[in-house]
């Protein structure tokens, strides 16, 4: 009987062993199958971090791409109008408020990240600039036109003007001549001239014919008929002179000057 029952017990002892031998295995098999999935997880998270990354870097390229492109935008409309404003001097007053928002949609492009949805804003508002840009240059053109028409009617008015001066000369130099053959007409002439001289004596006077005997002379003429003088009396001067050219008076107090001769 002692003979069959020591089998049976080295039989348990070795189930026993095999059963303990297993649980370290499935313990390790449970922490590889652990590590396995959190080796995974972060392989999938450092995949996701990268993508995400790239994301980011691309959006933050492309945001800078359109701040750039904006600047240019509005480098090149404040240039615009700087152009306009030193051409056209009178629309300085108008140009200055376009100036003013060019500036702070600049400040503004300094001081934000643009994302790409934001981008419209800055467009529509540079649009507008560029709308009224062109309305400015319109305007422009349209001052220029009349400014060369003022300078054209101008010019002839200025031409017209020297004509009529060079023909008021003209009319001037005519009316001086006319006046001087007016003057000239209106003169009175004479004719039929006689000059008798007299002697006075005590039994009358008698006509001589020496000047030294001549005491008085008679002087007859007839005035010709002038139709340019105005009609009128007239004072008539009679200068007699010698054969010296001197004149003959009685006394120095008797000679009057007229037209600057005695």
């Given at each position: ?59 933050k390229n492309k945001a800078l791409s ?134 006075e004596g005590l039994f009358g006077d ?38 010296r050219n001197r004149v003959l008076s ?13």
């Amino acid at each position: 009987m002692e003979e069959k029952n020591i089998p049976q017990q080295d039989s348990k002892t070795q189930e026993q062993k095999k059963s303990s031998n297993k649980g370290p295995i499935i313990f390790l098999a449970i922490l590889a199958i652990l590590l396995a999935l959190l080796t995974g997880f972060s392989i999938k998270n450092l995949f996701e971090t990268r993508s995400f990354a790239e994301v980011t870097l691309e959006e933050k390229n492309k945001a800078l791409s359109i701040i750039d492109e904006l600047k240019g935008q509005l480098n090149n409309l404040e240039a615009d109008y700087d152009k306009l404003s030193e051409e056209n001097e009178h629309l300085e007053g108008r140009i200055r408020t376009e100036r003013a928002q060019i500036q702070r949609l600049r400040a503004e492009l300094r001081s934000e990240t643009v994302a790409p949805e934001d981008a419209g804003k800055f467009k529509e508002k540079i649009k507008e600039l560029e709308d009224r840009l062109e309305e400015y240059r319109r305007l422009a053109n349209v001052c220029e036109s009349d400014k060369q028409s003022i300078i054209r009617e101008k010019s002839e008015i200025e031409t017209n003007l020297s004509k009529v001066k060079s023909n008021l000369s003209k009319v001037e130099e005519e009316k001086v001549k006319m006046g001087r053959r007016i003057d000239k007409g209106s003169h009175l002439s004479v004719c039929e001239l006689n000059i008798e001289c007299i002697r006075e004596g005590l039994f009358g006077d008698r006509e001589v014919d020496r000047a030294r005997r001549t005491d008085r002379m008679e002087i007859c003429f007839t005035i010709n008929e002038n139709h340019v003088a105005e009609p009128g009396e007239r004072d008539i001067y009679i200068r007699i002179i010698d054969p010296r050219n001197r004149v003959l008076s009685r006394s120095g107090t008797n000679t009057i000057e007229v037209n600057g001769r005695e």
